[in-house]
């Protein structure tokens, strides 16, 4: 019934896997997480912008209801981006994932 089992771990530590897990290390380091500081570095700017706006173009309604609304969509994509991390922090801590540090796009998970 489990017979398939050794081959599933035996595949799992072969070369083949270890390059495949390099390769993921290198695409989470350099390219994810930059794209995750840059999101939020965008929809800080956002919130900063719309704040802004709001100040400036405080005499003009249409004006400041674009502005309200930049302020809103930047806000819910802070609290969004946020939740996920502390939901993925939270996850993996229960279930007592070692290796994967998000700060630092450090992914050392052994096989």
């Known amino acids: 019934m489990f017979s398939f089992f050794p081959t599933i771990v035996h595949a799992a530590t072969s070369a083949g896997a270890t390059a495949a897990l390099n390769i993921l290390k290198v695409i989470n380091k350099f390219i994810i997480n930059p794209i995750i500081a840059l999101l939020f570095a965008v929809a800080l700017l956002s919130f900063f912008w719309g704040m802004a706006n709001y100040v400036r173009k405080a005499e003009n ?14 806000v819910i994509g802070l609290v969004i981006m946020v939740s996920v991390y502390g ?25």
């Open 61 to 74: 309604e249409t004006e400041r209801k674009k502005a309200q609304d930049t302020i809103m969509y930047s």
């Open 87 to 111: 939901i993925m922090h939270f996850v993996m801590n229960t279930l007592g994932v070692t290796g994967i540090n998000p700060e630092q796009g450090i992914v050392d998970v052994t096989i």
